[in-house]
């Protein structure tokens, strides 16, 4: 009688543990739910910085005129008046060595 007890609590016991570790909501849906969660938590805090970023800007923008012109000045190419507006313009790597003068040892004598 106590042999079947104990082998019917045996195969309880592996029945338990195959549920456990290939069933529905065992190990392995565990694990691949903690990686989606931990991946979830990443998205969520580069979302939070850059929420909170343009929260900085719209304040900045709300509350001081220097953010204004300043975003005027770099996107939109504000000059006030009695300002000179210069534009430096680099000559691409290339050119630069076509534009140079001869060097003199192309000559006839």
Known sequence: ??????????????????KLWAGSGGMHEVRGLRAAVQKQTGENDRLLQRNQA????????????QAVEARARAELGLIKPGETFYQVVER?????SAS????????GH
């Open 1 to 18: 009688m106590l042999r079947w007890i104990a082998l019917v609590l045996l195969v309880i016991l592996i029945g338990l543990q195959l």
């Open 54 to 65: 343009l929260a900085a800007d719209v304040s900045d923008l709300k509350h001081g005129e």
């Open 92 to 96: 691409p790597a290339g050119s630069a």
């Open 100 to 107: 140079a003068p001869p060097t003199g040892d192309g000559g």
